[in-house]
Each structure stands twice: as structure tokens, then as C-alpha cells.
């Protein structure tokens, strides 16, 4: 299936789905742990936004105060035009919340727990419309301690849709699961787009991201690094491809000096483990960046080529890879 865009999404204009303006958590401790750092974001009513960054980064502090689980030290946070601590049961009745972690009774079955979840909402779909979008009816009377992980991520979803409501907070919804069960919650996601609704998402995975985000904020350290549509932020490189590439030893300096001066080369970081180069024409990079080791003796034990991602993105604001970071 295709990535939907903002306009299969309904992206609608007005006042922003959520206003944050400096948004600060500092957790008391010698010295104090500062979670969030000043974060300031909207999104868009009808939109997909995406906040990405590794474990740490302030990813989950930010969404749980904004689902008022948590206070935050210092600036402000608009939900759906209402605040936390004045407008808090009006708020309630109009989102629904997936946690990271979702812990459930083993001996409820799966319709009495999205009943249950139903129960809190004046108004909402029915809990069989609720496991029919999440593909579950077949589970219905089954508990849930004999779900696999794929299915509590799905009924962890249910319980977040059954009251139908119009901001979705997914964090994490993907994690640890198996690419079938990951892209299974991605058909998922798209649906609530389709229909209109704005859907809050953390992840560390930029694919899920560049699948399904209309735009995405970059966290590292408590702070947005970048913000923008997951096009947007590949552009902002100024390269459209990247080639990886190892030797049978770390290549020298004066190595990577030269090859960063081949034609069409934007940049190039090299490891212990290989290279990483940032590209604009592979054809006219590539039998060049051969010819060059060849020419110093180095032998080519790996070479890959794809197009630029959200990544790349983090690993040129941070200097670091994100799947070293999780």
C-alpha cells in the first residue's frame, strides 16, 4: 500500500490538533535529569506527525504530558484547544491514548476488554467495530494472555479507537514486533488518516516514519533537532543517495580526502567498520570511487548503494547512527 499524503489525510486548516511552546521536564536528582528542553511543535489538525529519535531522546516525556499523564516543569500545552488541570474531562472524551507499554488483565478476553474501554467514552463505535478495524474479531473471546505481540499492540490500538476520537497519541506502537505485525499496525495508522483523524506517533524506526508521517520532528538530547515533511528533511542533505562501502582495512586520511573530492560527492564519514558517503550521481561516483581504491590497495569487501532517508538525516545532526542509540 502507499504512503498516503496529506491530502488523502484530510489535513485541515484552523487551530492546531496540539500547540507545545517551550516545553520543559526536569526531574529533581543531583544534578537534575532534563528530559524535554524547551520543545515548542503544532500539528495540524487531520495530519500525521511523527516524533522521532532514539530511546532517551525525550520522545515519550513529551506525549505523556501531553496526554496529561505527566506535569510539565515549565512552558505550555494546548490539546485540542483545551489545557490540562481546567479542561481534563472534555479532553478525555476526545482522544485516545496507546501507550509504549499496555498492561492488561491476563483473564479478561479481548471484548470485554475493548467494553470496558467503550464504557469511558459518552460516545464512540462499537467495541465489535473497534476489533473489526484492528482485525481482531476472530479474538474476541480469546484472553489475553494468549495473544501473540502483534495482537496486544492491535488491542492496545482498539482501546485507543473504540471512543472515536479525534487526536490518537501511538507511542511506540510497533516496537519489538515482526515486520508482518509492524506493517499490519501501518495499514492501521493509515485508516485513521483516511478518516480524517490526527494521530500523534513516536517511533525510532524512520521507515515507519517516512511511511506514514506528513511531517515528522526530529528529537535528540531533550530538543527538535529538525522538523519538516520525511521529503522535506532528505532534501535539506543535498544529496538524493547514499553508498556504504567497507575495505579490508580502515581506510587512511589522505584516502578519504581523495574520495571526497571525487565528483558529485557531498560528504563521506568513515568508522572502524566502513564508509558512509553522501552522493548526488551514483554513475559517475561510483567507477570513479573504485578506480581509487584500486589505485591504493585497498580491497572492496562490501558496496551498497540506496536512496537518501530519514536516517541519514539524524546522522548528519547527530554524527551518530540512530540503531546504535536503541
Not at 479525534?166 to 511506540?172: R, T, V
Not at 515482526?178 to 499496525?185: F, H, I, N, V, Y
Request: with cysteine; net charge negative; proline share 4%.
Amino acid at each position: 500500500m502507499p504512503a498516503a499524503t496529506s491530502s488523502d489525510r484530510l489535513v485541515r486548516t484552523g487551530s492546531p490538533a496540539i500547540k507545545c511552546e517551550g516545553l520543559i521536564k526536569t526531574y529533581p536528582g543531583k544534578p537534575p535529569v532534563e528530559a524535554v528542553r524547551g520543545i515548542s511543535f503544532e500539528v495540524k489538525q487531520g495530519e500525521c506527525y511523527g516524533v522521532l529519535g532514539p530511546n532517551g531522546a525525550g520522545k515519550t516525556t513529551t506525549i505523556e504530558i501531553l496526554e496529561g499523564l505527566l506535569d510539565a516543569t515549565a512552558g505550555t500545552a494546548e490539546v485540542l484547544g483545551m489545557h490540562w488541570g481546567r479542561d481534563d474531562a472534555a479532553i478525555q472524551q476526545r482522544i485516545g491514548v496507546s501507550l509504549q507499554e499496555t498492561r492488561l488483565s491476563d483473564r479478561l478476553t479481548v471484548g470485554e476488554i475493548v467494553t470496558l474501554f467503550r464504557s469511558f467514552y459518552a460516545k464512540g463505535i462499537s467495541p465489535d467495530e473497534a476489533l473489526r478495524r484492528t482485525s481482531l474479531t476472530e479474538k474476541k473471546n480469546a484472553w489475553f494472555k494468549t495473544l501473540s505481540g502483534g495482537q496486544k499492540q492491535r488491542l492496545a490500538v482498539a482501546t485507543a479507537l473504540v471512543g472515536d476520537p479525534d487526536l490518537i497519541f501511538l507511542d511506540e506502537p510497533t516496537t519489538g514486533l515482526d515486520p508482518g505485525s509492524r506493517r499490519e499496525l501501518w495499514d492501521i495508522v493509515k485508516s485513521f488518516g483516511e478518516a480524517g483523524k490526527t494521530v500523534l506517533l513516536t517511533t525510532h524506526y524512520m521507515e515507519e516514519a517516512e511511511q506514514l508521517c506528513d511531517r515528522v520532528a526530529i528529537f535528540d538530547a531533550g530538543r527538535i533537532i529538525c522538523e519538516g515533511s520525511p521529503k522535506e528533511l532528505v532534501r535539506s542533505l543535498g544529496s538524493e543517495h547514499v553508498v556504504e562501502f567497507s575495505t579490508d582495512r580502515p581506510l587512511e586520511q589522505n584516502a578519504i580526502d581523495a574520495l571526497n573530492n571525487i565528483q558529485s560527492v557531498d560528504q563521506i564519514a568513515c568508522d572502524q567498520t566502513g564508509c558512509r558517503m553522501s552522493i548526488g550521481q551514483p554513475h559517475v561516483v561510483l567507477p570513479e570511487l573504485i578506480l581509487q581504491l584500486t589505485a591504493a590497495q585497498y580491497d572492496l569487501t562490501e558496496l551498497a548503494t540506496r536512496s537518501a532517508s530519514l536516517e541519514d538525516v539524524f546522522v548528519a545532526k547527530t554524527g551518530r547512527h540512530l540503531e546504535d542509540e536503541v
